[in-house]
């Protein structure tokens, strides 16, 4: 600070206090004065957004909401056959909405086509590659199971409102458009209209929320419809058990044919679900883009290689193929008799426990390999990377609702089957696994891509501690580095960051300019190839653990202690609020950990 007693005489004074720089490094140009009294204050920190677009934001989001929340309502009507409110009036809402979204898309890839030839900002992290062809897959299938329901009108029609045949069809429609759109545009950062395209993005950031909801909702009614039936074999005769049948009251012709579309349905209905959801993300990111001002630092491109990953990839594929037996053998044991049904749910806890262990193992010994491994964090702003922490911790919570539900259960049960005791180990692996692999996710998203050139590096480290987006030229950093003290050498000059504190000071030079201690060995190429087997097994077995509960594999139903314990209502709703989060958790999982792949 300039002025008072015992402070340098000159900035090259304050530079000799801060290092003993060698000669033939140049003084940094002083800090500037103390404003005089009455003087204009300097410009203070830019602000992110003005105030006029920050109440955009705080509007549109409402509007989501109210949108959100009445569509739940009309949901919840249907659901419990609540009077005036029939299968057709929840139908053409959603069908509005989908109206609604498909005329702004129109408008908005209408009005980039004509400014084509203007350069945009474009947010690099967001809508990847593989992203973008995940959600086209689980689209494609949506759009066959458009084709089924239309199938299924066409052969109920006598007794079908016409909006069921609408529905389908218009779902179609939106479901391409918004795959061309995504494909398009999800990189895009928009800074013009800003106001109408946050109600534009939101509104189909609800929408999509809402027919996600609807395909819960219609996929959790027929899985409960089968599990009260065959829920008496395992001894529970004190249940009642009432069907939820929303089946129409005539004949399809062809009977053989329409029950065949009957039951496709509902096996098409998980890939809906993530198309859903997946597509309501990445919009929730473009939303968050907008108006928002980019670093001008350079973006390594992932290259995603598949050499070296021979034992995570044996591991994992064997898990798939252990998965798709175990739910073949579960799917035809259950409710059969309560000895096969008993059996089925003991094969499935000793196959759950033993795939939750490896996982278990493979997420511990990847946080410690990064543990030892001190690198430098990317810190910078990335909506993407925060919203995807953010859903793993989030969905995550459904898992652990049903697992302290069960281990609740066990320790209050007045008499407990024999599987039981297999539930418990169960539960709990549930917990500690999804716990370490969230860790695990997470500090490697935020960790540096494998190959970052030390400019990168030094780049981020010199404006991690500036409150705005400096920008350096990367090329000027390629001969400098950074000072012990967190000063940065610019073109022979030793400049002190400005507005960092001492303890932020230490915080970057710790996690960007230390050395790296590694064990002997995890050096070389050993790292990345023990990082890259660990993700390639999780990935895989993720993978696995999504498709028994997705395909009705599902012994939170099908044991029945907890319906003992609980109540059979307010279990049943406790497992089909969690459920969906469980099983997306599972698909985001995989999804974060093929992004961290790339990077390693």
Known sequence: MPGGPGAPSSPAASAGSFLDAPSGIAACPPPPL???RGSPPASGPRRGASVPQKLAETLSSQYGLNVFVAGLLFLLAWAVHAAGVGKSDLLCVLTALMLLQLLWMLWYVGRSYVQRRLIRPKDTHAGARWLRGSITLFAFITVILGCLKVAYFIGFSACLSATEGVFPVTHAVHTLLQVYFLWGHAKDIILSFKTLERFGVIHSVFTNLLLWANSVLNESKHQLNEHKERLITLGFGNITIVLDDHTPQCNCTPPALCSALSHGIYYLYPFNIEYQILASTMLYVLWKNIGRRVDNSRHQKMQCRFDGVLVGSVLGLTVLAATITVVVVYMIHIGRSKSKSESALILFYLYAITVLLLMGAAGLVGTWIYRVDEKSLDESKNPARKLDADLLVATASGSWLLSWGSILAIACAETRPPYTWYNLPYSVLVIVEKYVQNLFIIESVHREPEGVPEDVRTLRVVTVCSGEAAVLAASSLGSQGLARDGSSTVNGNLCPQQ???????????????GAVRCPDFLQGGVKRRLLRNITAFLFLCNISLWIPPAFGC??????????????????????????????????HAAAALFEVYCKI
């Open 554 to 587: 599902r012994p939170e139903y099908d044991n029945g202690l907890e319906e003992i314990v609980f109540g059979f209502e307010p279990w049943i709703i406790v497992v089909n609020l969690a459920m969906p989060f469980s099983i997306f958790y599972r698909m």
């Open 34 to 36: 103390p404003l005089a």
């Open 499 to 513: 507005g960092c504190g001492k303890e932020d000071q230490e915080a970057v030079w710790e996690g960007a300019a």
